[in-house]
């Protein structure tokens, strides 16, 4: 999101006009994902058609863009990409600058640096659907994502200085019964 004291990106002004028709719209990213599809492509279209004719910063890539706002709007912010990810097993936050992934039983640190705000949107966001909540009430929480993903939460004081974030996917390892002999499995 924009932050007044900086000239915004075009990722920063159609992330804002998007939110702006979401509110008057009443449109819900998370029921309504095919509305807000179409919309965010649309004010991505208007907004590079004015860029043409005005100072405003232009748009190098299109799809780029319309991935990048729909994660914002009707998505998990910059830890969406990891999720959509069907190579990545787990995604754990320990601290806002340190996002780490697993892949094939490998931890990697990410270079995704969240704001400390950014985080605890998020994960709000996450625990919407499960209908729990995180607050000093209940410290630490574990619920199940729209996507039958794993969630669990810690936060200060519970943590030493920042909330502590783990996602566990189910990855798909076997497609065959093949598959499944190969991998010890059966």
């Known amino acids: ?7 915004p990106t075009a990722l920063d002004v159609v992330d804002g006009e998007v939110r702006e028709l979401i509110r ?65 097993e787990e995604i754990w936050v320990n601290e806002p600058g340190r996002v780490f992934i697993a892949r094939r039983g490998r931890s990697e640190l990410t270079t995704t640096i969240l704001a400390p705000g950014e985080l605890a949107d998020l994960v709000e966001r996450m ?30 004081d519970i943590t030493r200085r920042h909330m502590a974030v783990n996602i566990r996917k189910f990855v798909l390892q076997a497609h065959s019964l093949d598959e499944l002999v190969a991998l010890g499995t059966i």
């Open 1 to 7: 999101m924009f932050d007044g004291g900086a000239v």
């Open 24 to 88: 008057r719209r009443g449109l819900d990213p998370f029921t309504d994902p095919g509305p807000v599809r179409v919309l965010v492509r649309d004010v991505v279209a208007e907004y590079s058609e004015r860029s043409l004719n005005s100072a405003l910063p232009p748009i190098v890539d299109t799809e780029s863009v319309v991935r990048d706002v729909l994660d914002r709007v009707a998505g998990f912010g910059p830890l969406q990409r990891y999720l959509d990810d069907p190579e990545i």
């Open 127 to 156: 625990l919407r659907t499960s209908g729990r909540r995180i607050d000093m009430s209940t410290p630490f929480v574990d619920a199940m994502m729209p996507d039958g993903s794993r969630l669990h939460v810690v936060i200060p």
